[in-house]
């Protein structure tokens, strides 16, 4: 019933204007053969001297025609496109149409342009749509979309644009995706009144690809460094740059290499993807991943010239050739000859590699490897800078495990220092909870650190006195807020171990730069030994 009553509307429509069409084509007639001016041509004329627009009144009082006949000629120059039409308050102001020919609009325009009539064939083809896609004028005009399988605009989001614009505009977004091309429109359905007065449709697709592809490099690099931070030690970051890489650059091969300063290693710890890996795997005879190079290799023979053009710039691009032409290195050297001549070339011709984008993981002037990308000889990097930012945000979060690590060891040698000493020791955060008690520290008292995690605690355990309990707070207290870092503050207290037993105890806490105070024990009771095994 709906598609009846519109196809009812629509026929009326077309019938009026046809009507209004054959009036003023039989009164121009008529005044042409009295050698008189029309009334439209003088309304015309009228309305080219006033941008402004005019009222009908306005225009029947100028041109001297009968304000009804007056309005007559404006809606049949309406219908035409000649003059348009906006509402101030109550009154109708016309001005003349200030249009561009359509034969312009698709000549110049940068968009695609696709012009439908009436019946939804296809009128017009804009020569960029043409061009872009291959396609011969002559084989689309005056069939509809859905009959010549037109790009973009047979897939099933564009048709239901297309079919839901009715004879208002509408847009949307459109992905779309062959053999050659992969790329984001903005689509609109604009209806349209050509110049017999007939409808129509153009459809304008605006080519938003630049825009998304930003978006999808911004959001990229979001998650990436959330998830960079978020990683946990034990997992494998050059493993999770490696695939990252390959998310930006699909279809290259990919490898990351880290230098390990301490042991003076410098090895292929991930590849990505998994064919390329499993590529170099079968031809090496071993897993790629481990192969090892002396570190001092790279900086010297033959291998130097690859260091020191990638370290000036950052990056370096490398002809995987015969080493002779400017910008070329052979496969053989840039893995610095650990890969045999004969396997480096198996692996370039199967993998079609022609060349090597090498980049360096490094941050503050501290190195931490390299990673390098492997590409056919005419192919390119077409997001680089996305790879440059990633690599960027990995070498620092490479940089921050790094000094987690090392602080990590260090406070492993500094606990298997402490555990060791003869003297009770323990150490305690700004908040009051025990971070760490030694092997002495529990020979002499009795507590483990599962005993006292905090200093309320240990206060109630050692001083179960309540009125001797809150003297020692206060003077720990007091002790504490007038004293500096690194300076002393030794207290003599009566101490209860777990055993039951007091012990007269001589307390030496400090503070240190981080606000962890340090504090040693001494048990100074009468018989005490100072030193409990």
Partial sequence: MLQKNDSDRHERQNRRKNQ???????????????????????????????????????????????????????EMLLISGNVECRVIGTARVFSLAHRVPLSSFLCFTRDLIVVLDSHGRISQVNDRFLEQYAIAKENVTGRTISEVSL????????????????????SGEIHYVDHDHDADYWMEVIPTVFDDGSN?????LHDISPEKQNYRNMEFLARTAM??????????????????VFELVPGAGVTVNAIDVEEGRYSIRAVADRNFHDALHRILGHDPVGLEMPMMDIFSGPHKN??????????????????????????????????????????????????????????????????????????????????????????????????????RRSEER?????????????????SGRYLFVNQAFTGMFGYTLE?????????????????????????????????????????????RCRNGDEREVLFTPVTLSNGTQFVTYVDVSKGGHGIHH
């Fill in 20 to 74: 209004f069409e054959t009036i003023y084509t039989n009164v121009r007639k008529r005044y042409h053969m009295k050698g008189e001016e029309d009334p439209a041509s003088r309304i015309l004329q009228a309305l080219r001297f006033r941008p402004r627009g005019m009222t009908i009144t306005d225009i029947a009082r100028q041109t001297g025609i009968k304000r009804n006949s007056a309005a007559k000629y404006l």
């Fill in 151 to 170: 790009p973009i605009l047979s897939t099933p989001g564009a048709l239901d644009l297309i079919s839901g614009s009715g004879e208002e505009q509408i």
């Fill in 200 to 204: 129509g449709s153009t459809i304008v």
């Fill in 227 to 244: 998830e960079l931070v978020d990683m946990p030690m034990e997992s494998s970051i050059y493993q999770y740059i490696a695939e990252r």
């Fill in 306 to 407: 690859v260091a020191l053009q990638v370290i000036k710039k950052g990056s370096a691009e490398f002809l995987l050739e015969d080493g002779n032409g400017p910008g070329s290195m052979s496969a053989h050297d840039i893995c610095f000859q650990r890969i045999p001549e004969e396997l480096c070339d198996e692996i370039m011709r199967e993998q079609n590699i022609g060349k090597a984008k090498i980049f360096l993981l490094y941050w503050k002037d501290e190195f931490f490897g390299a990673v390098s990308i492997f590409l056919g000889r005419d192919e390119r990097i077409e997001n680089i800078h996305v790879v440059e930012s990633f690599i960027r945000q990995s070498s620092i979060a490479i940089s921050q495990r790094m000094t987690a690590a090392r602080l």
């Fill in 414 to 430: 500094f606990r298997e220092v402490v555990n060791i000493s003869p003297h009770p020791i323990s150490l305690i955060d700004r």
């Fill in 451 to 495: 005993d006292i995690p905090d200093g309320r605690e240990w206060f109630r355990l050692a001083y179960p006195d309540e009125e001797y309990r809150q003297v020692v707070i206060d003077t720990w207290k007091t002790d504490l807020a007038n004293s500096k870092v690194w300076d002393f503050r030794p207290r003599r207290f009566r101490v």
